[in-house]
């Protein structure tokens, strides 16, 4: 396998482990094309994705395609989980979390 297969199966396992969404899961939502055999390989780079796997499996897991190409630094697949669960929150649960933000930021002063 290439190095992308290998960066590709890092980051399907980071943002399956980040989503809480099992490896069965995963599988049963691509049934019959992927078995949690397939899964794994994928995840440890053994097995190179295809792609026209690619969108549903970033559709089963709920993030845009581009996350999965490493030479793509618009956003990393953790930021974009952090990003989406926040967009997902109520407006006084976002407000408390900017306050909260910018309490930290207003305490941070610059290295002398």
Known sequence: MTEF???VGLRLLEIRERRGISE???AMLL???VTVHDLRDYERGLKSVSLSL???LAEALGVPLFVFFPEVPVVSPA????LHDYRR???TSR???R???AFLLADISPVD
């Open 24 to 26: 069965e899961k995963v």
């Open 89 to 91: 929150l109520d407006e």
């Open 99 to 101: 306050r909260w933000i």
């Open 95 to 97: 407000t408390g979390i």
């Open 31 to 33: 049934y019959p094309d």
């Open 79 to 82: 930021d974009w989980c952090l």
């Open 54 to 56: 690619l969108p549903r």
């Open 5 to 7: 297969d290998r960066q």
